[in-house]
């Protein structure tokens, strides 16, 4: 079994900053890709941005400069780190990991955490 757990969302001015975390745990023998998504009440999820096993990072056009991503693969946890929130990016933010078990490679998520930016 495998769990991915964030932490970090919630109530920010715009302008202000937010980090959140996602931890992996659970029967992990490696972690591929990394990545977080956001969705908003009828929409679909979007891909907010992505890290590699060897941390390259990628960016959706609206994020890039404010958004960085970034992973510590001895804690199997991804990070945003969000500067300059505006908000339309009030969302719910999933995290997203490509994960390696004894068994299998399979795609897991996070059960969400809201941030809300208000002007």
């Known amino acids: 079994q495998v769990q991915l757990v964030e932490s970090g969302g919630g109530l920010v001015q715009a302008g202000g900053s937010l980090r959140l975390s996602c931890a992996a745990s659970?029967?992990?023998?490696?972690?591929?890709?990394m990545a977080w998504y956001r969705q908003t009440s009828g929409k679909q999820r979007e891909l907010v941005s992505v890290i590699t096993s060897d941390d390259s990072a990628h960016y959706v056009d609206s994020v890039k400069g404010r958004f960085t991503i970034s992973r510590d693969n001895a804690k199997n946890t991804v990070y945003l780190q969000m500067n300059s929130l505006k908000p339309d990016d009030t969302a719910a933010y999933y995290c997203?990991?490509?994960?390696?078990?004894?068994?299998?490679?399979?795609?897991?998520w996070g059960q969400g955490t809201q941030v809300i930016v208000s002007s």
């Open positions: 659970g029967s992990i023998v490696s972690i591929y890709t």
């Open positions: 997203n990991a490509l994960i390696q078990t004894v068994l299998s490679v399979n795609n897991y």
